[in-house]
């Protein structure tokens, strides 16, 4: 008999947002539901939890409360899926998470996945101890980093080697 060691909830940090996808309850099931059905609906899903933390540095005054994210009418293997919306710069939030942890393993809060959509790395400071942050973890979830155009990308991508490689 084998036992299982894979965790039942998948935590899902989404960094760089703001008020256009926190302005409102309404707003974040909308942006986030359709991830959560796709994970639900998926034959091979193990989990039976999804957080989503949505992290951004001009998130002051949003929503904190945890929003639903599953539909009452959609057939899904999850049991809770929730988001919820923190201000900050993301490697001071991470900071501040471990920092404030109770426990002795941060297991339940590190993600499984980080995104950030169409970020521009490039254009903001506050990325470069972000991704720097990052590379220095012993234990390093998958970054995925979207951009509008490809210029945009190979931007991204110099400051992502400066940041990270010097």
């Avoid at 926190?22 to 942006?31: D, F, G, L, N, P």
């Avoid at 339940?108 to 169409?118: G, H, M, R, V």
């Avoid at 990325?127 to 945009?152: G, H, K, M």
Wanted: a negative charge; glycine letters at 4%.
């Amino acid at each position: 008999t084998t036992t299982s060691t894979a965790k039942s909830t998948f935590v899902l940090h989404v960094v760089g947002v703001d008020h256009v996808e926190c302005e409102s309850v309404e707003r974040i099931q909308a942006t986030f539901r359709p991830i959560i059905r796709w994970m639900g609906a998926w034959k091979d899903c193990v989990y039976q939890d999804v957080q989503v933390r949505l992290i951004g540095r001009d998130l002051s005054g949003t929503t904190s409360a945890p929003v639903n994210l599953l539909t009452p009418h959609t057939a899904t293997k999850l049991t809770a899926a929730t988001a919820t919306c923190h201000s900050g710069v993301y490697h001071e939030w991470l900071e501040q998470l471990v920092s404030s942890s109770t426990t002795t393993s941060d297991d339940d809060e590190s993600p499984d996945l980080i995104i950030a959509f169409n970020a521009g790395i490039w254009g903001y400071q506050e990325w470069q101890p972000t991704l720097q942050y990052l590379s220095d973890r012993t234990t390093a979830a998958p970054f995925v980093i979207t951009a509008y155009t490809l210029l945009e990308c190979e931007e991204d991508l110099e400051v992502i080697q400066t940041a990270t490689i010097g």
